[in-house]
């Protein structure tokens, strides 16, 4: 098939692995599906330390039940990207850890107490779900089946982080006012999430075209704000000033792009952020540390010891 | 969060709640501590399969935990009394469950797991008759989880002693945890322990499940050529335990840590409760 048969055909869920691709479409799915896949376990990696500091039991399991299914998310879609047949999920992994790899804004910022946790947990995965829900229509099946289960998954992780921020915003004084600050700190951050508008995204054009991408930037944010303003607003936020937001008659939004900052998400989009710089160099390192045990397994006819629940099948 | 079926703590008396109590911390404990360091390997285990393998044994673990505590609240504590603002020196979990992994040292995942997960094995089975109800009523829950966590150790076992630098780190791993290990089988304080049994809150003494679990655990290890660091014929005597047996509150300052540690966030935020998601968790 070459490009422009690609383009005619393209719509939800067209290609499989049967199909002979041009490499230029398999080359932009594997971008594409690598980010989210890399995304998926940075934000575990980011998340992680929260499983101690729960404080409850149940709030503990919730958590490690996230976490372990992030990892789980990311196993299938690294599947998904493997089927493309441009990369292997070894050297996915291996970019990730040599800080190639690129993933979300939001998980290069760190995470220090637990009134950030809704930031990530409700915000962010809302904002991942308005996002993901659209590509359950994307041109790569693999990538579509993936979203289904990662989708109804991710309705659970939104609710939990839902709970989570009531329970500060409904608590102690003290509590309120940390959910605050730290609103005001993310909030910018989770704007951003969808990267900059249209006019300046730079892959938007080609993943449209072929079918992997089903929306806009634009068009994603305004879904995500026409949602979640409501939704802060319920939980007793204030908005900051910044980023100005205009709220048009027609439910649209228009960002004030300028008081974002633009330096900083470019910075993070090269990988080049001090404290993501640490948290890839944390995960690279906690991965060379257990490098023995896949060396030790290698030509294992056994993949996976025993059996293994994956949180994503 | 309480137990469903009426709780027969009314029906016993100050030495006997006593005891019901101890046998519950130390099962609830180890639980609980062994879940926290398992989570400890989430998003740092060698392959994703393997994180979601054991982060799904911790899972399992951390649930028991809330079973056990949950027979605790039927004698009037509730979750912040046994973990958040509990005196740390009261916990009496075995301090094999709260020895800090090394980074990367996955052999000691393994081995700890075996180890622990045979004594598990063996400890349910010696409460599926106990004569206090509702400790008998959630062994067999417990149980059906408890099959797949040593499947998965002894599957990895076999694995890493099959290469050369597995088998030299899992050897390690042996000579370190072997005499921790040993404090799973140590009473909490030896008179209450005298009437764990004699009640049969728990069925076997403890001595006879050690040496249960020695008989399995010793040939099992010396069949993939490592060696045991036990005497010769066989006998425990306290010189083979480590200062610190955990079960009478004496435990290592990395416990001190993993307390503050879990403990960071119900303080940092001045809470007085603990959320409860799950209403009856049995």
């Known amino acids: ?313 | 969060m309480s137990s469903t079926a009426a709780a027969p703590v009314e029906d016993l008396d100050d030495d006997q709640r006593e005891a019901v109590q101890h046998l519950l911390y130390r099962l609830g404990d180890d639980e609980f501590v062994a879940a926290e360091r398992y989570t400890e390997w989430q998003v740092r285990a060698p392959t994703l399969e393997s994180d979601l393998a054991l982060s799904n044994i911790a899972q399992d673990e951390l649930g028991h935990a809330r079973l056990w505590y949950d027979l605790l609240q039927d004698f009037g504590y509730d979750e912040p009394d046994l973990l958040f603002e509990r005196d740390p020196e009261t916990f009496r979990h075995s301090t094999m469950t709260e020895l800090p992994f090394e980074e990367g040292d996955w052999s000691d995942a393994i081995v700890r797991t075996y180890l622990y997960d045979v004594a598990e094995d063996l400890r349910l089975e010696a409460l599926e008759d106990s004569s206090y109800g509702p400790i008998r009523d959630r062994v067999g829950k417990i149980q059906s989880e408890e099959d797949y966590h040593l499947e998965h150790a002894e599957s990895w076992l076999d694995r890493l002693a099959s290469d050369d630098d597995g088998q030299r780190r899992l050897q390690e791993a042996v000579d370190r945890l072997f005499p921790y290990a040993l404090t799973l089988f140590e009473p909490t304080d030896p008179d209450v322990e005298a009437r764990i049994v004699d009640n049969e809150y728990r069925t076997e003494p403890l001595d006879e499940l050690g040496e249960e679990w020695l008989s399995n655990v010793v040939p099992k290890l010396e069949s993939y050529g490592l060696d045991v660091p036990i005497s010769e014929d066989g006998t425990i005597t306290s010189a083979d335990l480590p200062p610190e047996i955990g079960r009478d509150g004496n435990h290592m300052d990395d416990w001190e840590s993993l307390y503050d540690d879990f403990t960071q966030t119900y303080r940092d935020l001045g809470r007085t409760e603990a959320t409860t998601l799950m209403e009856d968790p049995s």
């Not at chain 1, 940075?42 to 409850?56: C, D, K, N, T, V």
């Not at chain 1, 080049?272 to 490098?291: K, L, S, T």
Request: with cysteine.
């Open chain 1, 1 to 313: 098939m070459n490009i422009d048969e690609v383009k005619e055909r393209a719509g939800p869920r067209e290609f499989n692995p049967g199909d002979d691709l041009p490499e230029e479409y398999r080359k932009a799915a594997t971008r594409m599906i690598q980010f989210h896949a890399n995304s998926e376990i940075m934000g575990a990696y980011l998340e992680r330390p929260f499983i101690r500091q729960s404080p409850s039991i149940d709030r503990k399991l919730a958590f490690s039940a996230k976490v372990q299914d992030e990892i789980g998310h990311g196993q299938f879609l690294y599947r998904a990207a493997e089927s493309l047949g441009i990369k292997t999920r070894e050297e996915m992994l291996d970019e990730l850890a040599n800080g190639k790899g690129k993933f979300l804004n939001c998980f290069h910022y760190p995470m220090e107490n637990w009134a950030e946790i809704p930031m990530i947990a409700f915000f962010v995965d809302g904002a991942a779900m308005r996002r993901q829900a659209t590509l359950k229509r994307t041109s790569w099946e693999p990538y579509a089946h993936a979203m289904d289960k990662i989708c109804f998954e991710e309705g659970f992780h939104v609710k939990h982080g839902e709970s989570i921020m009531r329970e500060l915003a409904t608590g102690s004084k003290k509590e309120q006012e940390m959910l605050q600050d730290a609103f005001d700190e993310w909030w910018p951050r989770i704007i951003q999430f969808f990267g900059p508008s249209d006019d300046k995204s730079t892959h938007h054009d080609f993943a449209a075209e072929v079918g992997l991408k089903t929306m806009t930037n634009d068009e994603l944010r305004n879904a995500f704000l026409n949602q979640y303003l409501p939704k802060a607003r319920k939980y007793n936020l204030e908005i900051p000033d910044e980023p100005r937001i205009r709220e048009n008659d027609d439910g649209t939004f228009e960002i004030e792009e300028d008081d974002l900052d633009w330096d900083e998400f470019f910075t993070i989009a090269k990988n080049d952020y001090e404290p993501g710089v640490g948290q890839i160099e944390g995960r690279a390192n906690a991965q060379e540390a257990v490098e023995w045990v896949r060396d030790a397994i290698e030509g294992d006819d056994q993949p996976t010891a025993g059996h293994t629940p994956t949180a994503a099948d």
